[in-house]
């Protein structure tokens, strides 16, 4: 897989995604839970200043490129098939893919009651009502007596796919050490999808996110929250892409 400032992205689409998840899980010989992360900017920034974490992000089985500044470095290094795989956009395939097959999911994320109300749309929405469970972590980091209860909990749901729906770093590290306490055959962290599927945050038109300017459209909706996550992260991603660039010209010369 291609690598954006040494984070590796999946280099095809939503559909191919979609599709490799239930062929895998059709097989059902996954020894362990397979970690996936819809990875934008500020995933591969944090991941630069954060040497744990971009350790975990090199070990998930897949990071789908979130935005579409991760898809434009991609393609630049050679990825030609790469596209944005949208953290929401990815969520709403799988289920669409499900709603008639023998696969069940599991919500973990949002604040009280949004998994739940995410239930409620999903069968509304994608015609899907094979939600095993949900739960709503606490803010603080949970204890290993916590979370093997967490995974009893999703493993006698009989849930297949654990959907995280945190912040970036703190969902992948929670998918990270999730993983060792269940059965489950993916767990998958997808930002905000949680928020924009119930309605709880409104989604960028389509146009800027084509654009890849997402991350203004929510700076202006949100600026309080976001203001100083995008005034530090927009102008180290050019940054670090345009010193790893030039370094590599230097290295060729």
């Not at 499900?98 to 604040?111: E, I, L, Q, W, Y």
């Not at 849930?159 to 929670?174: C, D, M, R």
Request: aromatic share 12%; with cysteine; net charge positive.
């Amino acid at each position: 897989m291609p690598k954006v400032l040494d984070i590796p992205l999946y280099e095809f689409s939503i559909p191919e995604a979609t599709n490799e998840v239930m062929i895998d899980i059709f097989r059902g010989n996954a020894k362990s839970a397979k970690l996936i992360s819809a990875t934008g900017a500020h995933g591969i920034i944090t991941a630069q200043e954060d040497p744990e974490f971009k350790k975990i992000l090199t070990e998930f089985h897949y990071n789908l490129p979130d935005g579409m500044p991760g898809v434009w470095v991609g393609r630049l290094k050679g990825a030609r098939k790469m596209s944005r795989c949208y953290g929401p956009d990815f969520f709403r395939s799988v289920m669409r893919a499900t709603a008639d097959k023998p696969v069940k999911h599991f919500f973990c994320g949002g604040k009280e009651g949004v998994a739940e109300e995410l239930k409620a749309v999903c069968n509304k929405k994608f015609n899907n009502n094979s939600i095993a469970g949900t739960y709503s972590p606490p803010f603080r980091e949970m204890t290993d007596m916590e979370m093997r209860k967490l995974g009893r909990q999703i493993d006698l749901s009989g849930a297949n796919i654990v959907w995280i729906g945190l912040s970036t770093p703190k969902q992948e590290k929670f998918a990270y050490r999730l993983k060792d306490f269940t059965k489950a055959n993916y767990i998958i962290t997808v930002g905000a999808a949680f928020d924009f599927h119930t309605a709880k945050v409104k989604q960028a038109p389509l146009w800027m996110q084509d654009a890849g300017l997402e991350w203004l459209y929510r700076l202006l909706t949100e600026p309080k929250r976001l203001f100083k996550r995008y005034f530090k992260i927009v102008p180290l991603f050019i940054f670090y892409n345009l010193r790893e660039a030039t370094s590599t010209l230097f290295k060729k010369a």
